[in-house]
């Protein structure tokens, strides 16, 4: 290949994956933005319907509410994600070090990070259960 191209390939795929990546980003917001924008607009028409007709007014919709980053902190998510980093962290050195490269000792940085979500995973603390009962303690789920 030409060094003069090669040079060039390597300044265009990084300027593409950072304009990508933002740009998945924004995209991710825009369209989640215009979720519960129609949502609240259709919710905005149905209330004023059952004013002009004298009907009780429903209840705004869960989904205004909801984001669809609360699923990534279930119990399961901090299980799989410490999984996959402590398995990235030790693939990494076991590359590293099969090559004889001194830099083997990095892949304890996912790793470390993988074995801080299990231990979050093992350690949470357990799920509050209402007793209905506002004087006593929170009674917590073994």
Known sequence: MNPDV???LALVIPIVAIVM???F???SNW???RK???IFDLHHKERMAAIEKGMDVPALPQELFESKRDASDSPGCYL???FIWLLVGLAVMISLR???KSGAYFGLIPAAVGLADLFYYIFRPREVKSTGNSNTAPTYKA
């Open 6 to 8: 090669e040079g060039i």
């Open 21 to 23: 990546g933002v740009g």
């Open 25 to 27: 980003a924004m995209l």
């Open 31 to 33: 369209l989640d933005y």
């Open 36 to 38: 519960k924008r129609e």
């Open 80 to 82: 799989r994600r410490g």
């Open 98 to 100: 099969a090559e004889g």
